[in-house]
């Protein structure tokens, strides 16, 4: 008929033998069925096209990580992109797996971050609701301009207003692939040192967006895990440079 228009992914998809890495990481929580593990910037959660190691995953291998159906993802249960540091939880069985992932399709896991954006919200606080899915024209990136929509809800509430600066509270209801960013950009928040979506700053190097807090009831029992992550370093010193 013409005027189709296909989407095709010519890579090759290279199956990667994992094997476990030494990396220092902090684990903010951890028993026999689960740990939270606070990632450092510039880390990729799992083996991908162009990662192939030095990842959370091989880094957490020796830790009895397990549950999920894509060998390369043992047991990880929600991401963070590469350069937005933070919480995270982890698998340690199938069974926990799988109860990890019915709280968050219940939307029992509460994600807070942190985000440092240039300009100031209209209100202290607001609710993002608009579908996110692959951009019609360029598909390494996530619109709102997409041909596959899926729901997307994000809040926000101020923490500190800075001279042309916000820090914001991110708190996900949804958890689409850079949902926060791409969000924060529709409203005119963008992301300080974010490339991609907001507003690029070579001296930090990395999106200011950090995940600060975990919390979601134990999928064994129901008892309230809870963590936080303080600012890196790195952000710590650009908050304090669009404070002065």
Known sequence: MGGERLEVDATEQ??????????????????????????????????????????LVQALLDRGIAGGDVPERPGIVHRLDRD???????????????????????????????????????????????????????????????????????HFEVERLLPKHTLLSIRLETGRTHQIRVHLAAIELPVVGDPAYGVPDPELGRQFLHASRLSFPHPFGGATVEAESPLPDDLQAALARFAS
């Open 84 to 154: 937005t540091s933070g919480l995270l939880v982890v698998a340690r069985s199938e069974q926990a797996y799988a109860r990890l992932q019915d709280l968050v399709r219940e939307r029992a896991l509460d994600r807070r971050y942190l985000a440092l954006v240039r300009g100031r919200p209209r209100s202290r606080s607001g609710r993002i609701e608009a579908p996110i899915g692959r951009d019609r024209h360029d598909p390494l990136r996530r619109s709102l301009d997409t041909d596959t929509p899926r729901e997307a809800i994000t």
């Open 14 to 55: 290279q199956k990667v033998a994992l094997q476990p890495e030494t990396r220092e990481l902090r684990i903010a929580y951890e028993d026999e069925h689960l740990l939270v593990v606070d990632k450092p910037a510039g880390i990729v959660v799992h083996p991908a096209a162009g990662h192939s190691g030095g990842t």
